[in-house]
Every structure is written in C-alpha cells, then in structure tokens.
C-alpha cells in the first residue's frame, strides 16, 4: 500500500549526475593494471561464437590439454596472470624448463652427455618467442644457476 | 517478479567462492585466468 | 591557493622525471633504486621539507593527472582506447609513486606515519573529486579518479611485510573514503564507486583476509550508503536505465556475498533492512535467505516438520545493528519498558500509533526505523520473559503477554500502510532457523487466527505471499511459516474469501500447496 514516492529535489539532482556517469560507465579494463597485450575489454563477437568460458578453464588440468604452441602464447602474451602461472606448470609436466637468463622455454632432445652440479650439456629444444617456434639446439649448456 | 538471478552471470552452484574471479558489478561473465592478476616469479615478466 | 610560487611548474617538472624513470623501470629488478634517487632529487626541491609542501606537491600532482584526464577524454583527435591508455600510465606512475612515499615513510617500527600519509592523500583526491563534480556538474567524468583509487589500492594490497602489517589500516582508510565518497554525496562517482567497493581484491581483502571479521562492519557501512542512495530511485517501481544498471549491479554483489560471505548477509540484515524500500521483495529476500554455511536447513517441505524441536531454534541470531538506539524518544522507551514489565500503563497501547506515525503524507506516514526496531525489541524481550518461566516460545506460551498486547494491538490500531510495515517488520525475522525466526513466525500465525478482521488476515497472507511469487531466494523462514498457514486446518486458510478471489490467485495457492505437499 505504500505507492511511489515523489523523488525530492536532491534526489532529482543525483539522478541528473548519475545519469551524466551512466554515458561514460567504468569498462571492465579501468580497474586493472595496464598489460601489454590483450586488455580485459570484453568485445561484442557474432553471438554463434562461444560466449562463456569453457568449463574449467582456469586449471592445470585444462591448461595440460592445451598444445605446446598455446601454452607459450599464453606464457608470453599473458604475462603477470593466472593464465601464465597456469601455463608454466603444464609446460613443466611436459619437462620444458625455463631459462631465467634467455627467458626461454628448453626440452632436453635426448639424455645430456655432460651432468654435473653446475650444469648439464647436450642436445635441446626450445621455443624461440622471437622467431615464434621451436628450435633444435646441440652442444648447449643449461647452467643450473639458471634453471628457475 | 524481481530477475531470475541465475542469469546475471554468476555461478551460483559454484563449490568454489565466487570473489576472486568476480569480474564487477556490471560485467556478466567471471574474470578469466588471464584476467586475474598473479604472483609470478619476476623472471616470468618477460616483456 | 597560496601556493609557494613556481610549485606548480616544479610538481610538472618532478612528475615527469618521474614518469620517465617509471617507463624505463616498469619492470624493473629494483624500482627500488630508482625510487631512492628520485626522493633526493624530490628533496633538493623542497618538497619534503614539510607535511605542508607535501600536501601542496599531492594537490598539485593529483591535479596535474586529473586535467590531463580530461584533455585525453575531451580530444576529438584520439580514440578512447588511446586516450585510456595515455591516462592509465600517466596516474598509474603517479600512484606508483604515492604507493612508494606511503610504503617508505617514517621507518619500519613507525606506521602512523605511513598511514596518516595515505589518509592525506585519500582525503586530497576525495577533495578535489567533489569539488570538480561541483564545478563541472554533469560533465563530471570519473575515470581519473576511479584510476587513482583502484590502483593505489592494488599497488598497496601487493604483497609486502610492511604493508601487510598494515592491512587494516590500509582497508580502514580507504573505507573511510569510500564512505565519505557515497553516491548520495558523488552521483557522478556511482558507478565507479559501486566498482571500487566490490572489487574482487578489495571484497576479499575486507571480508576475508582481515582477521577476526575487522573489516565487516566498515563493509555494511558501505553497503548503508549504496542502499540509503537508491531507496528512492527503487520505491518507484519502474527503474530508469541509469538505476536499472546500479540495481542489477548491487544484485550481482549480494549474490557473491550471499554465496561467499552469508554471515556476514547474516549479521547485519537488520540494518540493511531499514533502508531497503519495503517494494524492494527481491532484493532484500537475497540478505534474508542467508544463512550460516555451518547449518544444514531441513527441507521445508518435509512433512510433519516440527520447527521447535531444531536445536537451532534455541539459539538467537547475532545481530551487529544496534537496533535498540532507533528507539527514540527515551521517554517512549521507559514507557516501553514498564509496560512490557508491568502490562501498565493500559494508555500505552492507545498511543503507540501517535510515537510511530510522523506524516500523514500516504506511503511515508511512518518511522519504518522505529517501526523495525520495536518489533524486534519487544519479540526478544518477549523471548527472554518466556524463557524466564522456563517455557520455550510456542503457540501457546506466546500469548497473554505484554509483548503480545503491543502486536495485536498494533495489527488492529494501525491503517492499511502502518499495519503493512508492521507484518513486514515481522516477516523480516522469518529468516533460517533460529529463536528470532521461530517466536516471530507463532507470532504472525498467531495474529493470523486471532484477528478480528478478515482484512488483517488478508494482509498478513499479501506480505508473505509477495515474498514468496518473487524470484529465488526464499528465506526458509518465511516458507515453513507459509506452508504451515496453508496446511494446518486451525487457520482456517481455504475458508478465507480473499483465498479465491481471483482465478489466478486460487491456482497460485494451490500450486503452492501442491508443493508442499
């Protein structure tokens, strides 16, 4: 039984300034720190193309399915997120390891002929994020001061 | 009949909290993994 | 005003040497380092010397980011994009670079010095934020400040042992903020405001990582201020698009808290209650349907449920409103509290309408705070006396009582409007099973079979029922009182003429009778 209310002058005033600030809302990438790719600003795509995230999307098991190619774009073009923390350890179940000096992804090819407490040498495979995609690389030597 | 709130985006059945991947007031859809921000070793912070 | 002369150019000047050690160490390995340069050079201008040349240099520099906020925005020759770019490293450096003052100031044994120093900035950038709402009114653009504060915040939540020891003091300064902030004050700072107070870190920050629930009660604070703002906007039932995106966006907030923090919905219900508009059914069912995570719910639907043998029910709720100061004169209440000791004087019935009603404007005529508050009071002190006698509350022990004398007395002296605010201030106890949801729910069933009109017990079943056509939620309260109104033949329900006045409204109960059966 209350009915509406006649909105107050004051009330009239904050929905005049709130609907000024209702042209110029906050987007979704205001409230986070700026990243070099790939903002979080959502855009509106073709509404047959998947609109939710697919189930699961933010686990190590989920990262595990993806191929070794995706991973590196998300370690190297997410960088400082949960999808580059989530990268890195699939990559690691996958025995690539990560050179802290190079800042670059290596695979051993084959048992190293040298291992020692400083490092190990031989024959590697790593992913070039400069050329995009992986090389072979013989005689290398992974300095252990370097493994992260 | 108010909104059916089950379709503002938010995984209400969700065993998980709902906060950290909260994504705001007015998106609806959660935050992604790339779009949460995370401790990573500084050798990581490639760029 | 009355700035040193030359300090604006020397703040430019210093802003943006900073800005471009900032770029060059963005991730740097010791910003550090660069940080302790540039303080010396900060210090050779002076800016240092004194807290008041702070204050000026802070002024000065916040000012420097906001106008440069606007010439981005307000260029018709860059995009958005390209404009939010440019301000986002520009204020991003400079909060950088307040974050790093606050962390380094006074040594590690001393935070007051850290914490005043970021309560002066806060206060700053609060204080130019309303005074450039003022002067530009509705070409007021949040976007600077939304920056400034949401960045600082994260810079100052990273992890850090100095800064995590001051967590609290960190929260507690930038609600304090906030709350001087609130969109009743900054309209033209809703939206990001609303953003900023449910930020993911911010919310788990306050709610969760702050020991002992510190943070809770700032948190309801917060949520008083959104609320008290679109009261007026929500009791006009159709919402203008503005308040129809602050409205939803306040939805999906609760449902977080609903989901991740039902306590804390819990613990402060009553007050969120008072400045939720009473047409508000859906909203305020989403703060009344929490319930502990602890505490299994029995199916309201399970036949034969006997309510008063749930452990729960013994236990009261906590409640962290203090409800009790909202009853007001003091007068009233020692007149309150001798009746409800002695049952006298009898005139204290007979004007309980007069200390409720303050308007005989229809739809605000009265004090739903008071209104609340004495429906709460009087069923906990009825709940206490009942127990004094070693009784439990039940159909039977409820009634004969002072307590009681006030209820009935109120579902029959006061009008269509009063009488609505008062069965709602009862329905909003009937939450999960506790003392409160038991005694308030024999209370309404009570007043339901003793009414002395059709009318009151058509209206008790109207407040229950648009409580219950809404959308999910439900509070398990209100269901088990519902279903127990319909099946219990000693109300007499399907007699009641008002039951089938209409086609749909007959199939309606029946559907809902249907379920719980």
Known sequence: PLGPSPLHKEHQFQFQMMEAAYYHLPQPCDSEKLTTYL????????????QTQLPHSDTVEFFQRLSTETLFFVFYYMEGTKAQYLAAKALKKQSWRFHTKYMMWFQRHEEPKIINDDYEQGTYIYFDYEKWGQRKKEGFTFEYKYLE | MGQDLTGLGLNLNSQENLHPTFAGPFADQPCRAQDIEHNVPPEYLVN | CDDPPGLQEKTEYLLKDWFQ????????????????????????????KTDDMITRFIRQGTQFCIELSYRN?????????????????????YVRLIALLVRHSGDVGNPNMKINLLNKVLGIVLGILLQDQELRSTSFQQLGYHRFFIMLFLELSAPDPVLENLMLNIVTAFCHTYHLLNPSTAPGFCYS????????VFIGRILAQIPQQKGWSMYSQLLMDLFKYLAPFLRNAELAKPVQLLYKGTLRVLLVLLHDFP???CDYHFGFCDVIPPNCIQMRNIILAAFPRNMRLPDPFTPNLKVDMLPETATAPRIYTDYVKNIQPLMFKKDLDSYLKARAPVTFLSELRGHLQISNEPGSRYNIPLMNALVLYVGTQAIIHIRSKNLVPNMTTIVHSAHMDIFQNLAVDLDNEGRYLFLNAIANQLRYPNSHTHYFSCAVLYLFVEANSEAIQEQITRVLLERLIVNRPHPWGLLITFIELIKNPVYKFWEHEFVHCAPEIEKLFESVARSCM
């Not at chain 3, 609303?194 to 993911?200: D, K, P, V, Y």
């Open chain 1, 39 to 50: 903002h979080r600003q959502p855009v509106q795509t073709p509404l047959h193309y998947p």
């Open chain 3, 21 to 48: 050690i900032y770029f060059t160490q963005i991730n740097g390995r010791d910003p550090v380092k660069a940080f302790g340069m540039f303080i010396n050079k900060m210090n050779m201008y002076g800016i240092l």
């Open chain 3, 193 to 200: 405001w609303l953003e900023l107070i449910s930020h993911r």
């Open chain 3, 73 to 93: 925005l307000n260029d018709p020759q860059i995009s958005q994009g390209v404009a939010k770019t440019k301000i986002f490293q520009c204020i991003d450096a």
């Open chain 3, 263 to 265: 306590e804390f919905l």
